[in-house]
């Protein structure tokens, strides 16, 4: 079995996501508590929204222009059974355009 780091891409910022009213709020989470019942225990680490980043180099970091607004860690025994995880998931109800990536972990030899 492999692991899958899940992106939530997004052009909506998390805090324009966030600004909804309590009963949208309930609506979302419901959904996603849905989903990760369904992924069971699949679901590594259900994963946390993000917000607003800094892209850093060696000589200065600066606003980040990444779209990536949440994460989610899936165990799975291949990236197109992880791809299966995600298929109907919750954050394809974001407005905008809502995508998801999904990177295997890669083991590093002899750690």
């Known amino acids: 079995m492999g692991k899958y780091m899940v992106l939530y891409r997004s052009p909506v910022s998390t805090a324009e996501q966030m600004n909804v009213t309590p009963e949208q ?22 994963g946390m929204p993000l917000g607003e980043g800094k ?6 970091a600066n606003r980040s222009r990444a779209d990536i607004r949440g994460y989610s860690i899936v165990e799975a025994g291949s990236l197109d059974e992880a791809v299966t995880l995600v298929k109907d998931h919750p954050h394809f109800h974001t407005p905008g355009g809502a995508s998801i990536e999904i990177l295997e972990f890669v083991p ?3 750690m």
């Open 108 to 110: 590093i030899p002899g």
């Open 25 to 46: 709020a309930k609506a979302g989470m419901d959904l996603w508590t849905a989903w990760s019942q369904q992924a069971g225990s699949a679901l590594l680490d259900f």
């Open 55 to 60: 892209h850093v180099t060696q000589d200065r």
